[in-house]
């Protein structure tokens, strides 16, 4: 069973002000509760809920441009080498 949406907005505010390296255990783990975070609704695992956690605006604001910054650190996706080895390439020889 997942965590609970209160649950990874602990996780979430935990590591809020020094999040982890993303390649990291904690850092899978901090951006799946983040993820979980802003989706907002209930998970259907954690049974009902009375009804869809809100967030703060400026939280709602923090969180969403920390998701940016996550994802702008790896643009090829998980390949951590790019996009030239993708095309039978080797772009950080040259």
């Known amino acids: 069973m997942q965590s609970s949406w209160e649950d990874a ?3 979430v505010v935990g590591f809020l ?3 982890p390296e ?3 255990m904690e850092g899978r783990r901090f951006d799946a509760a983040l ?3 802003l989706a907002g609704g209930p998970d259907p695992a954690d ?3 009375p009804e869809k956690p809100t967030l703060d605006p400026g939280l709602r604001e923090r969180l969403d441009a920390l998701v940016q910054r996550r994802a702008a650190r790896n643009p ?3 390949h951590p080498d790019g996009i030239g080895p993708t095309l039978g390439m080797n772009l950080g020889q040259s």
């Open 47 to 49: 049974g009902p809920e």
């Open 9 to 11: 907005l602990e996780v």
């Open 17 to 19: 002000e020094a999040p």
């Open 76 to 78: 090829f996706g998980d």
């Open 35 to 37: 993820l979980r975070v």
């Open 22 to 24: 993303p390649d990291t």
